[in-house]
């Protein structure tokens, strides 16, 4: 049976994730005659043919959308700056349009920094955990054009962890800037998603509404597995740091080594006060870790490269740490409340709750959170 090159193709592009910066036809008419703000990274792409793409922003002037300014999340305009390093103000050099940071001094757009813009574009790939602070600086930015008046369009992308919610909820009374609203540490929404949820539930300042439009995914589902083709960040390198991130990142708040400072980020954890194992590591500065912790020192570690795909939060490997550190008392930082949301696992660690009981206290509010999450999914 003859089946045609062009039927095959067909196939091949309904079977292709289509991200949200790729329907030009469904937002440039809205940017026609605007001064136009966007927020954008390194992943703020549109896709070609042959694996290329084009920087939303050239792609944007090139049909003369007027880009006024362009917001910079943590990292950087270009992806490169430390993570939790401040990023400063300046001037794009390929397009001269100013660069305003929102890892800095200020985390929400000022009413200054606003004035003359009609419309603003978010358009950043996010990996699904409460403690990566996209959604942080999405919900200021929703929040501050809310004040202003200011409509605000979501170029949606795919959530690599966008396959389960689980994990510890944040308790209000210990919110950040890596914990901005009462959500499980892996909530299973697209950014587009989390955005509707922001402004149904209220969660911006003084129950304000932005006027939000979301450009949608295409042939995408939460079961759907999608590897990122340009790293989120610089310590995420990989499908597989991608996916050990959620139960990884706790170690942030501890002084245990989870892989920066190599190039197996988020793959593997260790330290110099670990017993004698089969994995001995020194972290040493590279791209996007300057000083990694246990810097120049001989870890003993845990390799975690071989793990299958992830689809909860793996508690273990943290009390694993805990259990083979040599000074318990401070083993838990200053920010590890932060990152974890709350100071209940910390002391059911303390008191050697088994990763079991710990991953089984948090699922009330679990269930509770995918009810509330439900009402805004699209996919």
């Known amino acids: 049976m003859f089946i045609s090159c062009a039927f095959v193709n067909s196939i091949e592009e309904e079977k292709t994730i289509i991200v949200g910066a790729n329907s030009t036809t469904e937002y440039l008419p809205l940017l026609k005659n605007k001064k136009v703000a966007i927020v954008a990274n390194q992943t703020s792409v549109i896709f070609k043919q042959n694996k290329e793409y084009s920087h939303i922003v050239d792609s944007l002037l090139s049909h003369q959308i007027n880009i006024v300014k362009v917001f910079a999340p943590e990292h950087g305009f270009r992806g490169k700056a430390d993570a939790g390093e401040h990023v400063n103000n300046h001037t794009d050099t390929k397009t001269g349009i100013p660069i305003i940071s929102l890892f800095g001094k200020n985390r929400k757009p000022q009413p200054e920094v606003l004035e003359g813009i009609d419309i603003v574009i978010f358009d950043i790939q996010d990996v699904g955990v409460r403690f990566y602070t996209y959604i942080s600086t999405m919900s200021n930015v929703m929040e501050a054009c809310a ?187 200053n920010t590890f409340t932060v990152h974890a949301g709350n100071t209940t696992l910390q002391k059911q660690i303390e008191n050697g709750v088994s990763p079991e009981e710990i991953q089984n206290s948090w699922k009330p509010e679990v269930e509770k959170f995918k009810k509330i999450r439900s009402e805004y999914l699209i996919y």
């Open 147 to 333: 004040e202003k008046g200011i409509p605000v369009i979501v170029l949606d992308r795919p959530n690599p962890n966008g396959h389960y919610v689980d994990g510890p909820t944040l308790e209000i009374a210990h919110k950040s800037f890596v914990g901005i609203h009462p959500i499980p540490l892996v909530y299973g929404m697209t950014i587009g998603e989390y955005a509707l949820m922001v402004n149904g539930e209220g969660l911006l300042k003084n129950n304000i509404k932005c006027d939000l439009t979301v450009i949608n995914l295409k042939n995408y589902t939460h079961n759907s597995e999608y590897n990122l083709p340009i790293r989120p960040s610089p310590n995420l390198p990989n499908d597989i740091s991608i996916n050990l991130y959620p139960s990884l990142g706790f170690f942030e708040g501890t002084p245990v080594n989870a892989g920066r400072g190599t190039e197996f980020q988020f793959q593997r954890y260790g330290s110099t006060d670990f017993p004698t194992s089969n994995l001995t590591y020194t972290p040493q500065p590279n791209f996007g870790s300057k000083h990694p912790k246990q810097e120049g020192k001989t870890c003993n570690g845990v390799d975690l490269t071989k793990e299958k795909r992830l689809s909860e939060v793996n508690i273990s490997w943290l009390v694993d740490a805990f259990q083979k550190s040599s000074n318990k008392e401070k083993f838990f930082g």
